[in-house]
């Protein structure tokens, strides 16, 4: 005698899942946490690298070529799933991503390294996008938002984890494990999905558009590496960024014109027609901008100015990450209960701008409570963004596309997080250098001048009171500009917001089929048939 489990529209109706689909939730989690936590960990383990492998000068390209392949394999990652089925893709990308990690721990020089970060990258490029899709098969949209908080979990997790489990896994067993440590997981998400997750198989009657994987992935090469070198390897206005720059400019230019003829396109443009798509892709690349910066800049100004230690930096950023947390949870749970979302992409744009605003206030004086006060409100406005955009996104798109929205939002979210860097970055070092020109009267002062961007708490504490009191200025001036331009590029976010169309969300809920719409135009096809492996 067999017992038939409930389908996902029959578990969505009375707000339960199967326990296959709460497992494979769980393996997709891991998974995603895998794919944030990498560079929190290596960040740690980095001078211990350099130190037995040596090869200093190339250091940021063990960092660089896994952001470059991760951004440009995104977008194929989600194409190939479409195409083929989204099953097959995802753990192709969780093998890639762990004989990626494997090969990184055994490397014997950097170059090796470097070599194999970028092998871990074309693996990592399919994780986050794999398990946004696969949430977008087996989860109605109406019900999608109770996992918001799962997710934001794993991503506070992972930022304020990853620097401290870093540390202990480079002190304790050596820098290799920061590499190794991804395979137990690996191998737990890899078996769970293969098992429990059941998919329907596809088989593409076209081919794959290379041209068009070409032209994206020089496009988005030069890109990141323009915002990555540009006033620091290179000035912005040298041959070498002009160059990168003009090959990214006509290459995604290259790349739209040839997207509109092609049988196949690996980005359907048609996908940008519907208005909420679009002004989430505008909304995810500005939230990008703004987290990656905050998240750079705030334990820095706490080391330098406020004197807090930099072993536990992830724990600085407790206040914004916490709020980001519970504010996501609650949006969530909201979005099932109501089908209503607009009123999150509006109360994250006012949020944002005003804790954006309210950090530039900071100075040499600033509390750490205040300072704290002011992080949860900037993570008060990033919780009512970060997941609501990747919904909004799904629902706006027919179930054929949902690898290339995921993957779409997930691009223009890693491509916003490389230019927030870079240019407040530059903004930041900009600012620190002419503030401790303008105080370098004394030879002590003159003396910090060119390492001004680059002193921890521990030599700040060794240097003379007058050299002390200049950097903390600086970098109290260098955080107000960064964190002003912030302000001023999340307005834009705030004003796409007021443009978005509330489209009711489908799936269940009191008045789940009433709330389903017409035209298909910002709202995906009908759920397909429950993904969830049948079990006797």
């Known amino acids: 005698m067999t017992e038939t489990r409930p389908t996902a529209e029959e578990a969505a109706e009375t707000g339960k899942q199967p326990r296959s689909v709460r497992v494979v939730l769980l393996a997709l989690m891991i998974a995603m946490m895998l794919a944030m936590l990498d560079n929190m960990i290596i960040g740690t383990a980095m001078p211990t690298i350099v130190g037995e492998l040596g090869g200093l000068e190339h250091l940021s390209w063990v960092v660089t070529a896994y952001t470059l392949a991760t951004a440009a394999s995104t977008p194929i990652w989600g194409k190939l799933g479409d195409m083929y089925g989204r099953k097959g893709s995802f753990l192709t990308s969780i093998v890639i991503f762990l004989l990626g990690s494997a090969l990184s721990g055994m490397a014997q020089d950097m170059g090796q390294l470097i070599g194999f970060r970028a092998v871990q990258g074309l693996g990592a490029g399919g994780l986050m996008v794999g398990v946004m899709a696969i949430i977008g098969d087996l989860i109605p949209p109406r019900e999608r938002g109770k996992y918001q908080g799962m997710m934001a979990a794993v991503m506070a997790l992972a930022m304020i984890g990853g620097p401290l489990v870093g540390g202990t896994i480079t002190d304790t067993w050596g820098w290799r494990w920061a590499f ?29 558009d290379y041209l068009g994987a070409g032209l994206l992935t020089v496009g988005i090469t030069s890109i990141v590496l323009v915002t990555t070198w540009g006033g620091t390897e290179y000035a912005w206005t040298s041959a070498r960024i002009m160059e990168l720059t003009a090959i990214g400019v006509v290459s995604l230019v290259g790349f739209v014109l040839w997207e509109r003829r092609a049988v196949e396109p690996l980005l359907p443009l048609h996908i940008f027609r519907s208005r909420n798509f679009a002004l989430m892709s505008v909304i995810g690349f500005i939230t990008g901008f703004v987290m990656f910066g905050a998240v750079l800049f705030l334990p820095l100004y706490q080391q330098s100015v406020q004197g807090a230690s930099a072993t536990n930096s992830g724990l600085l950023l407790l206040p914004m990450l916490g709020a980001m947390l519970v504010t996501s949870m609650v949006a969530g749970r909201v979005t099932t209960n109501t089908g209503r979302y607009k009123i999150f992409p509006l109360a994250g744009g006012v949020l944002l701008v005003a804790g954006l605003w309210l950090l530039s206030l900071m100075d040499t004086e600033t509390s750490r409570f205040t300072s704290g006060v002011y992080m949860a409100v900037l993570g008060l406005g990033m919780g009512c963004l970060m997941q609501i955009t990747m919904l909004v996104a799904q629902n706006s798109v027919e179930m054929k596309d949902m690898g290339v929205a995921s993957s779409s939002t997930t691009l223009f979210r890693t491509l916003g997080s490389s230019f927030g860097v870079a240019i407040m970055g530059a903004l930041f070092n900009h600012r620190v250098q002419d503030v401790m020109a303008e105080r370098a009267a004394g030879s002590e002062v003159g003396q910090v001048t060119e390492q001004s961007a680059q002193l921890d708490a521990a030599s700040l504490a060794r240097l003379p009171e007058a050299a002390r009191e200049a950097y903390q200025h600086a970098v109290s001036s260098g955080t107000h500009g960064a964190f002003l331009l912030g302000a001023a590029v999340a307005v834009v976010a705030l004003i796409a917001a007021v443009f978005v169309k509330e489209v009711p969300l489908k799936g269940a809920g009191p008045e789940g089929a009433e709330d389903e719409p017409k035209a298909p135009q910002d709202g995906p096809a009908a759920p397909a048939p429950s993904p969830v492996n049948e079990m006797a």
């Open 180 to 208: 190794y440590i991804n395979l137990p997981l690996g191998a737990v998400a890899l078996v769970a999905i293969s098992v429990v997750l059941q998919l329907p198989k596809k088989r593409a009657r076209t081919r794959i």
